[in-house]
C-alpha cells in the first residue's frame, strides 16, 4: 500500500527556516499537500499541488517536490506556527494517504 | 464563506451504530464530493469515506469497509456517516472536509471542526 513517511519533529528558533521533509514512492508521479493542525482544531490546507498557497495563507510558508521527496518550508518561522503538519497525496479516489505527521516546535 | 459543521458524536458501547451529520453552507454542495477523515486521540489522520458530489460514488478505506456507510442529502446540504458495529479502536475526533477534484484524484481544501466519537463499555 501506499505511504508516506515523514520526521517525527522538527525543531527551529524563531525567525529561522523550518523544512520539513515527506518521502514517498509514488511521489515522483503525484502531487503532495501540506495541512497544518494547530492543538486542539481542525486541519488547515497550507500547500496544494506541490506549491502553490491557498488564499489567506501566509508567503512564508512554500513548497516543493523532487523525486519521492516533497518539502513544505516555512521561512521566518514564528511562535504562532507551532503545529503538527501532515502530507497528503493520492493515486485514486480510494488510496488517500496522510503521512504520520511532524510536529514544529518553534522556541 | 465555505462552512462545515459536524454533529452527532458521542460515548457509545463497542457493538453499538451512530449517526454522524455534517451540515454545509457558503458553496453549492452538490458541485462536491465531500469526505470524512478521523484522528484517534494523540494519533495522525486517517482517511474514511468519501462521496460523489451526486451521491452515486462512494469510496470506504478498507478499515471501515461493511460497517460504515456515508450518504449525502443534496436537498439539506448534509453529508451523513452511519458507523455499526464500531470498536474501540474506531475512538477518534470525525472530521468532514469538502473535495476538490484536480482532474485526476481528490485532495481536501476545507474541514469542519469534528465531532467527537468514544466507543466504550
Known amino acids: 500500500s501506499y505511504e508516506l513517511t515523514q520526521p517525527p519533529s522538527v525543531s527551529v528558533s524563531p525567525g529561522q527556516t523550518a523544512r520539513i521533509t515527506c518521502s514517498g514512492d509514488a511521489l515522483p508521479k503525484k502531487y503532495a499537500y501540506w495541512y497544518q493542525q494547530k492543538s486542539g482544531q481542525a486541519p488547515v490546507l497550507v500547500i496544494y499541488e506541490d506549491t502553490k498557497r491557498p488564499s489567506g495563507i501566509p508567503e512564508r510558508f512554500s513548497g516543493s517536490r523532487s523525486g519521492t521527496m516533497a518539502t513544505l518550508t516555512v521561512s521566518g518561522a514564528q511562535v504562532a506556527d507551532e503545529a503538527d503538519y501532515y502530507c497528503y497525496s493520492t493515486d485514486s479516489s480510494v488510496n488517500r494517504v496522510f503521512g504520520g505527521g511532524t510536529k514544529l516546535t518553534v522556541l | 464563506e465555505v462552512h462545515l459543521v459536524e454533529s452527532g458524536g458521542g460515548l457509545v458501547q463497542p457493538g453499538g451504530s451512530l449517526r454522524l451529520s455534517c451540515a454545509a453552507s457558503?458553496?453549492?454542495?452538490?458541485?462536491?464530493?465531500m469526505t470524512w477523515v478521523r484522528q484517534a486521540p494523540g494519533k495522525g489522520l486517517e482517511w474514511v469515506s468519501a462521496?460523489?458530489?451526486?451521491?452515486?460514488?462512494?469510496y470506504s478505506a478498507d478499515s471501515v469497509k461493511g460497517r460504515f456507510t456515508i450518504s449525502r442529502d443534496n436537498s439539506k446540504n448534509t453529508l451523513y456517516l452511519q458507523m455499526t458495529s464500531l470498536r474501540a479502536d474506531d475512538t477518534a475526533v470525525f472530521y468532514c472536509?469538502?473535495?476538490?477534484?484536480?482532474?485526476?484524484?481528490?485532495?481536501?481544501?476545507?474541514w469542519g471542526k469534528g465531532t467527537t466519537v468514544t466507543i466504550s463499555s
Open positions: 472536509a469538502r473535495d476538490v477534484w484536480t482532474g485526476d484524484y481528490f485532495y481536501m481544501d476545507v
Open positions: 457558503g458553496f453549492t454542495f452538490t458541485n462536491y464530493a
Open positions: 462521496i460523489s458530489g451526486g451521491g452515486l460514488r462512494t
